[in-house]
């Protein structure tokens, strides 16, 4: 017997391929940073997870997740709403079943489920500012948690209010208020200066399971692309630029293997031109600048030059360097050491010289060598002395 409430998901179009319903945002993008930087986190979910296909930037909702579903081998869209701008309150069932002007269809509920019209099966997710109360708390919980039960008290409750708020409402595919709980994940991420860190850690994290490991000014580099990226994606038009809104993983991991090897492994100019700048940009006087351009070029000597010093300890002695570096700015980064620019470039220097004490390969003096490392670290730009806002 045929089952009247069967919905054929090949009756559907792709989300890569279906006109959005609307293309409000791309219009309305100004102040868009949270969602840009909460797009940057997705797109480095897809980085590291294969099963990540393609991830949407202002399509059919704010972003749009599309992978392999793990069960069915079949795909998933996963339909994101970011919320920003918020009033100081807990996030409640009225918030989220409130209709614009009182009109049905309107609500985020509802403009959340409606995304279930296409042939991938569809999830949700809301991304707040604000943290939620405790009928919606249910929704934080990942599939498994006793809460998200079929017989749990809580899911009951918050789809029975969900249910007298917004009464009938279905999508095009058939599916409530149930579906729709059972499908929604609500993650609170409570400022965009905190997304920015976890997201600026996270390529660091990356870069060493990919074997290129990033000092923080190489990742805070990439991760500014990234949110270009995000914001280019955002600010295109489905109709005539629909190949910017959406990355594939393959293009973002070609992406990633060519700006590792040139972040990496990029040669500086002779000039020393950006060390300036950086020195000069952390009030640093001009014989000191000038000290320091000097130290950069005889390193760059020594270490192109063979005969001067073996490949293999180069490499060890800017291994050092680069150890001690990252340490040092991810604790100024991270408001650990209460000091300005000038504060922080001596502090850099004096640890070089307890490294070099404490490393005296090949029995020698390398002071020269590991202080012009680091300057060469920041003359590519890798590096800077002040504080990042």
Known sequence: ?????????????SVDVAIPVEEGGPTARTGFNYQDEIAVSFLLDMLENSAIEKIHCETHDDVIVVRTDEESSGRVAEFIQVKAGEPDKLWSVADLCKRKKGKP?????????????????ARFRIVTLRDVNSVIRLLTYQDNAPARHQDAAERKEIIKKIQQKCPG??????????????????EVRHSEKSVKQHNELRIIQISFRDNRPLLPEQAEKLLVELRQKAKTAGDAKWSSERHLKIFSRAELRQWWERRLEEVVNGVSA???????????????????VELAVDLRRRYAASFRTSR???ADLGEELQGLVQAEVISLKAEYVAGNLNLDAPGFHALCLSRLDEVNAAHKLDNKDHSVFLKGCMYDISDRCMLRFVRPQ
Do not use: Q
């Open 1 to 13: 017997m045929k089952n009247e409430n069967f919905v054929d998901p090949t009756e559907f179009a």
């Open 105 to 121: 269809g309107t609500s985020i509920f509802e403009t959340s489920l409606a995304r279930d019209r296409h042939l991938e099966k």
């Open 169 to 186: 409402f279905k999508s095009e595919k058939g599916n409530g208020a149930d579906y729709w709980v059972d499908h929604c994940l609500w």
């Open 270 to 288: 002779p000039s020393g031109g950006k060390l300036r700048g950086k020195m000069e940009e952390a009030a640093l006087p001009p014989d000191l």
């Open 308 to 310: 001067y010093m073996k």
